[in-house]
C-alpha cells in the first residue's frame, strides 16, 4: 500500500480577505486536477486528498470553512466519511459544511447524503459557476468581497 499523499494548493486573495479553505476528498486523479485548476480560478485555498481516511484526518487536525466530497471513494463510502466528520465536528463545537460532489444521480442519493450529516448535493458534470453558486451558499459572506 502507498503511503497517502496530500496535495496543497494555495492561492490567496488580494486583499486582507482570507481565501476559502476547502477540503476536496476525491480518489480520482483526474478529478483531482480538475478540482486543482477550479481551485486556482476561484482563489480557494484547497486540501485534496486521495481517500476518506485522509480526509478525517485532514478534518481532525486542520479547520476548513467547506468541504468537498466524492460519494464513492475506495476505503469508505463518502455517507461513512462524513457521519465520521460530523463526529469530529461536535467534538470540537463546530459545523463544517460538506457538499457532496458525485456522479451519482440516483433517485433518493441526495436524501441519503443529507441524512449522513451532508448539507448539500453537486451532481457531476458541472460547471464552474455551478461550483462557485454551491460554496457561496455555504461559506460566510466574510469571505467574498464586496
Known amino acids: 500500500m502507498q503511503p497517502v499523499q496530500k496535495q496543497t494548493y494555495h492561492q490567496p486573495k488580494e486583499g486582507v480577505v482570507p ?4 477540503l476536496i476528498i476525491e480518489d480520482n486523479k483526474d478529478q483531482q486536477i480538475l478540482f486543482k485548476i477550479l481551485a486556482e480560478r476561484l482563489k480557494m485555498s484547497a486540501n485534496i486528498v486521495p481517500s476518506c481516511t485522509a480526509g478525517i484526518e485532514e478534518a481532525a487536525a486542520n479547520a476548513f470553512d467547506l468541504i468537498l466530497m466524492d460519494y464513492k471513494m475506495p476505503d469508505m463510502t463518502g455517507l461513512e466519511c462524513a457521519k465520521k466528520i460530523r463526529e469530529i465536528d461536535r467534538s470540537l ?4 459544511p460538506i457538499i ?6 440516483m433517485p433518493g442519493d441526495r436524501e441519503k447524503c443529507l441524512e449522513a450529516g451532508m448539507d448539500d448535493y453537486l ?5 464552474i459557476d455551478q461550483l462557485n453558486n454551491k460554496i457561496q451558499q455555504w461559506v460566510s459572506s ?3 468581497p464586496s
Open 19 to 22: 481565501p476559502i479553505s476547502v
Open 93 to 96: 463545537d463546530r459545523h463544517t
Open 100 to 105: 457532496a460532489v458525485t456522479a451519482r444521480a
Open 123 to 127: 451532481s457531476k458534470p458541472f460547471t
Open 142 to 144: 466574510a469571505h467574498w
